[in-house]
């Protein structure tokens, strides 16, 4: 295979065509396709490469890769707009979805954290059907966990979903928290005297998503509370942007872009969560 990957490099021009039409091929190996899809996209970076490594990503014998690869290339994908939500069904239904993080201290992500990335970094139109599809298959094994994060979601569209949702099936835990959801969560309150305005929040936002995170790390250095002067200083024309950060943060795929996902889902439910959206 390094031959041959040496091979298209070495003369793109030619031989990317023929790499595309083995790589459409339904009757081509699922780890040839998985493989070459990697090679493509490195080769030709485009949208419609990209398409073909998702596709073949999803096809894959995910007992025959590397799930942390597997996983940060999806969340990469899903990040740029891409639709990975199949690959996140496909996590949830692996009997030994798990990888551990070596500079992390061997820390261990595990079913649902893993998901978390997949679904968390794609956009939320592609997110929530596809969580709700998966609550809809009584036999998905994957079915409480994606319950767990559409409760995490945080759009009209999840919160009018959950008032539908049979939890009987669930854990004692899992339907607690539903129950607390649906009946009125503790959402945060604004600080009376923010200490961060909304000018500042919005340019550290934008020069993170441009790759300088320096900005939104000293802000949280500043006020480590901070989730208190974002729901007292931003307003619902900010929401597309605080979600977009939310996707940026947790497609970093490690425990710390875990803990950031939750303080933006406290700030995103206290400007989305109605009475009328869950009763």
């Not at 990040?79 to 996590?91: H, I, N, V």
């Amino acid at each position: 295979m390094d031959r041959f990957w040496e091979t298209v490099k070495a003369d793109p021009k030619r031989l990317l065509p023929c790499l595309r039409i083995a790589l459409q091929d339904a009757g081509a190996d699922e780890w040839f396709r998985f493989d070459a899809s990697n090679l493509l996209v490195q080769v030709d970076p485009s949208p419609s490469s990209k398409t073909i490594q998702v596709r073949s990503y999803s096809d894959v014998d995910l007992g025959d890769v590397n799930l942390r690869v597997w996983v940060e290339v999806l969340t990469a994908r899903g990040y740029e707009g891409f639709d990975t939500s199949e690959a996140g069904a496909r996590w949830l239904a692996h009997p030994s979805a798990k990888y551990f993080l070596p500079e992390h201290g061997a820390y261990e992500v595990n079913a649902l954290q893993g998901a978390l990335f997949i679904f968390g970094s794609m956009d939320e139109s592609h997110a929530t059907p596809a969580l709700i599809n998966i609550l809809s298959q009584p036999n998905h094994p994957g079915r409480e966990l994606a319950l767990v994060i559409l409760m995490n979601q945080a759009t009209p569209e999840s919160l009018r979903a959950l008032k539908q949702v049979d939890a009987s099936a669930f854990s004692r835990i899992t339907r607690s928290g539903l129950q607390g959801l649906l009946n009125g969560p503790d959402l945060l309150k604004p600080r009376d005297k923010p200490k961060t305005n909304r000018e500042e929040f919005i340019r550290a936002f934008q020069e993170l998503l441009n790759g300088d995170p320096n900005g939104f790390l000293e802000l949280v250095k500043k006020v480590p509370d901070g989730e208190k002067d974002a729901v007292a200083v931003l307003n619902s024309e900010d929401l597309p942007l605080v979600r977009k950060v939310r996707r940026r943060i947790i497609a970093n795929g490690d425990q710390h872009a875990i803990e950031y996902y939750g303080s933006f889902t406290d700030i995103l439910m206290a400007f989305v969560w109605k009475p009328e959206l869950v009763k």
